[in-house]
């Protein structure tokens, strides 16, 4: 079908505008999987341009609107997956391929929030993509997930508590690496915005409603 048909030029052009912030979803939610998020975001973008006309509500929130579909159809692919016979051809969610490797000269805390981030239960994990990252506010982060909002502000408040817990423990593990002699040995040689005995206070944003 022709780009855009089923829904009027205005949509159209904003679902093009969306398409980074789609992508950049679709990466997270297959972690990191190249050809599975192309796939998942083109899987997306068919059916938000075959079925705007008549879904979307005009004036209401595209974007969540859109990324709703992106996370129904992969849902949809983890439950076809998870009920294929281990001798069938499986489509992987990338259980096994590795995030878009950090320059080792990056800031620190960006390192461990990522790591800590990605090391998150599922559930908690795209919760808090939502609404930290994509700074959707809670009803719209449930709307997208279909959950209550109660629900979704229990696992973003339960997420970010994991986040601080492992970043201490982190820091902590650091602080005693420097106090060894060939950690300080190793410290002394890194550039000063990687040195292993510093971690930023590191603040996420709180939505509103």
């Given at each position: 079908m022709?780009?855009?048909?089923?829904?009027?030029?205005?949509?159209?052009?904003?679902?093009?505008?969306?398409?980074p912030a789609l992508r950049r979803y679709a990466l997270f939610l297959t972690r990191y999987n190249v050809q599975d998020a192309d796939?998942?975001?083109?899987?997306?973008?068919?059916?938000?341009f075959e079925?705007?006309?008549?879904?979307?509500?005009?004036?209401?929130?595209?974007?969540a609107w859109v990324m709703r579909i992106a996370y129904n159809r992969f849902m949809d692919i983890c439950r076809r997956a998870s009920t294929r016979s281990d001798n069938q051809q499986k489509l992987e969610i990338n259980t096994a391929s590795q995030p878009v490797a950090l320059d080792p000269f990056q800031n620190l805390e960006f390192k461990e929030m990522s790591e800590a981030f990605e090391e998150l239960p599922d559930k908690y994990r795209r919760t808090l993509f939502l609404v930290a990252v994509e700074q959707f506010n809670y009803s719209e982060a449930?709307?997208?997930?279909?959950?209550?909002?109660?629900?979704?502000?229990?696992?973003?408040?339960?997420?970010?508590?994991?986040?601080?817990?492992?970043?201490?423990?982190?820091?902590?593990?650091n602080d005693t690496m420097a106090l060894h002699p060939a950690g300080a040995e190793c410290n002394a040689a890194l550039p000063d915005n990687?040195?292993?005995?510093i971690m930023p206070t590191v603040k996420l944003a709180k939505p509103v409603g």
């Open positions: 022709a780009v855009g048909q089923g829904v009027n030029d205005e949509i159209t052009a904003e679902l093009i505008g969306l398409v796939d998942l975001l083109q899987d997306t973008l068919v059916r938000a079925n705007g006309a008549k879904q979307y509500r005009q004036g209401t929130n595209l974007k449930a709307t997208i997930l279909d959950l209550p909002i109660g629900t979704v502000k229990s696992r973003v408040a339960r997420a970010r508590k994991i986040l601080k817990d492992k970043l201490a423990s982190r820091e902590n593990e990687i040195k292993v005995n």
